[in-house]
């Protein structure tokens, strides 16, 4: 009689419990159910029976997050354009530049993952850990109001700020992407692009490439929507990951200035970040 070996599972490292610790580092007291809210992945939540996920604090913290670099960007760089406002607000509240924030704070080792999601690396990706920076931004908020979460968030955004710099004037996105890889010393970009759908609803949907590497996609209904998109989107990910490169904004660098010589949120996340 042949007897069958059982296979036994593979048991990803729990997350981290000592939560006095990231609110240590993320600068300021949640309540403790918001806070548990904010960790738990959908994942974490089917796995437990379907609990309440953090879809809806994220929801609730891209908002916040939004407006507050809005209205940083706006009272900061009075001499900058709308479009290149929007740009640099692009860069600052995009995927890879949330993930940096989460990395520096330590913040994937609290998220509360399925088996199945940690093992397979949930906790370095970058989806992941933005969309667990909106939550947290988002529970911040409901546990303080918006006037005590503002200064959270300027201060987790600040270094991104400092560098969501573009140059020229009424620049699209694609000249922007060239000029910024470019300043890089990369290969110009190049976008590859294919329709779908019904003829009476055509889409497109567009990959930016430099070299072998894709940077950004997007969809729209024109190619040349669709090219704007991914070069939106490959733009915002080329700045979080290598920087500006001297690309500079009339008056940004003044601004900079003044800011660092009156001492304003400049110092990125709090400088217990790494405290233990």
């Given at each position: 009689?042949?007897?069958?070996k059982?296979?036994?599972r593979?048991?990803?490292?729990?997350?981290r419990?000592?939560r006095?610790?990231?609110?240590?580092?993320w600068?300021i007291?949640i309540?403790?159910?918001?806070?548990?809210?904010?960790?738990?992945?959908r994942?974490?939540a089917h796995?437990?029976?379907?609990l309440?996920?953090?879809?809806?604090?994220?929801?609730?913290g891209?908002?916040?997050?939004?407006?507050?670099?809005?209205?940083e960007l706006y009272?900061?760089?009075?001499?900058?354009?709308?479009?290149?406002?929007?740009k640099?607000?692009?860069?600052?509240?995009?995927?890879?530049?949330?993930?940096q924030?989460?990395?520096?704070?330590?913040?994937?080792?609290?998220?509360l993952?399925?088996?199945?999601?940690?093992?397979?690396?949930?906790?370095?990706?970058?989806?992941?850990?933005s969309?667990?920076?909106?939550?947290?931004?988002?529970?911040t908020?409901?546990?303080?109001?918006?006037?005590a979460?503002?200064p959270?968030?300027?201060v987790?955004?600040?270094?991104?700020?400092?560098?969501a710099?573009?140059?020229g004037?009424?620049?699209?996105?694609?000249?922007?992407?060239?000029e910024?890889?470019n300043?890089h010393?990369l290969?110009?970009p190049?976008y590859?692009?294919?329709?779908?759908g019904p003829d009476?609803?055509r889409r497109?949907?567009?990959?930016?490439?430099?070299?072998d590497?894709?940077l950004?996609?997007?969809e729209?209904?024109?190619?040349?929507?669709?090219e704007?998109?991914?070069?939106?989107s490959?733009?915002a990910?080329?700045?979080?990951?290598?920087?500006d490169?001297g690309l500079?904004?009339?008056?940004?660098?003044?601004?900079?200035a003044?800011?660092q010589?009156?001492?304003?949120?400049?110092?990125g996340?709090?400088?217990?970040a790494?405290?233990?």
């Open positions: 009689m042949m007897v069958r059982s296979k036994s593979v048991k990803a490292p729990a997350a419990t000592d006095e610790v990231l609110l240590n580092r600068g007291k309540d403790p159910e918001l806070l548990e809210l904010a960790l738990t992945h994942s974490w796995e437990q029976g379907g309440p996920t953090n879809e809806r604090l994220e929801f609730l891209d908002s916040v997050l939004g407006l507050v670099v809005t209205e009272t900061r760089f009075p001499g900058v354009s709308e479009g290149q406002l929007a640099m607000r692009s860069a600052t509240v995009s995927e890879p530049a949330l993930a924030i989460a990395q520096q704070l330590g913040l994937g080792e609290f998220i993952l399925g088996n199945g999601e940690a093992i397979t690396g949930g906790r370095e990706k970058a989806s992941i850990l969309d667990t920076v909106e939550a947290m931004i988002g529970a908020y409901l546990t303080h109001g918006f006037n979460t503002r959270v968030v300027q987790l955004v600040s270094g991104f700020l400092n560098r710099q573009v140059r004037g009424a620049m699209d996105w694609k000249t922007s992407l060239l910024l890889c300043a010393g290969g110009a190049n590859e692009v294919e329709g779908f009476h609803s497109f949907r567009a990959c930016a490439r430099v070299g590497h894709e950004g996609s997007g729209g209904s024109s190619k040349k929507a669709a704007l998109v991914a070069a939106e490959a733009y990910r080329l700045l979080a990951e290598k920087g490169a500079a904004l009339p008056g940004v660098n003044e601004a900079l003044a800011d010589a009156h001492g304003s949120l400049l110092g996340v709090p400088a217990n790494t405290d233990d």
